[in-house]
């Protein structure tokens, strides 16, 4: 079985409050992203925490969307991680190989269920430490899969849109995911911390693209992003 090589337990964020006036500047700005958006939701199809696991795993650098195309075939044939970790890496890789990294999620995928069956009895852990020891696993996966699959707020999810807003809405400056993640759980409340990802995605996916944001067309961005500002002068 493949080892993952990162054994080492990783530091978790110091978590250190920001302010009161920017908590509550940012307290305004989940209330309007939550009334635009009500019905964020995590975009990866799933029906139990495995599902969500393998999904995210092969997310990484791939959109959701072909992902929730890839998905269906491997829960049928696969449904459980006894039998991913018995089957053959090759039927793995005929199931995964239209995601970018194809071999190597493949492979990720193979050892993750060998794992979980050998170490927690095919059931899928429900901590950081567990999640992050699981090959193709790292903070990001273990994040989705903590907040969506078991409703516990460890830490903030940051992907791409995440981060991107993060600076345009000027709650952080840093540009290192872990960075901005802390900056995130230092301003916003725990439990708010999984749905803010969801959030944050939807507005940039809708708005706040990473080419062509739609600035002036937005009342929450005109209100509470200063690039709305430039946009207008
Ligand atoms: S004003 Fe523009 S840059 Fe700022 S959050 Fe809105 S769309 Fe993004």
Request: hydrophobic fraction near 40%.
């Amino acid at each position: 079985m493949a080892k993952k090589k990162t054994a080492r337990k990783k530091p978790e964020p110091m978590l250190i409050k920001a302010p009161e006036p920017e908590r509550r500047r940012a307290a305004r700005i989940y209330k309007k992203l939550q009334q635009k958006y009500p019905d964020a939701h995590c975009a990866l199809i799933h029906s139990n925490p495995f599902e969500l696991l393998v999904a995210t795993i092969l997310s990484a650098q791939c959109t959701d969307v072909l992902v929730n195309q890839v998905t269906p075939a491997i829960f049928k044939k696969l449904p459980t991680p006894q039998l991913m970790a018995k089957a053959d890496l090759v039927t793995i890789e005929s199931l995964v190989n239209r995601v970018n990294f194809w071999r190597n999620k493949a492979k990720n995928l193979k050892a993750m269920a060998e794992l979980l069956v050998e170490k927690h009895g095919g059931a899928v852990p429900q901590t950081m430490e567990e999640l992050t020891e699981l090959p193709g696993a790292a903070r990001k996966t273990a994040n989705v899969v903590l907040g969506n699959a078991f409703n516990i707020n460890h830490g903030v999810v940051v992907d791409t849109h995440v981060g991107r807003l993060s600076q345009r809405f000027g709650f952080t400056e840093e540009t290192d995911p872990k960075k901005i993640e802390r900056d995130l759980m230092a301003l916003f409340p725990r439990k708010n911390w999984c749905m803010l990802s969801h959030l944050l995605i939807y507005h940039g996916r809708a708005v706040c693209k990473a080419r062509h944001a739609l600035c002036l067309d937005d009342d929450l961005c005109k209100r509470y992003c200063s690039n709305a500002d430039v946009m207008a002068a």
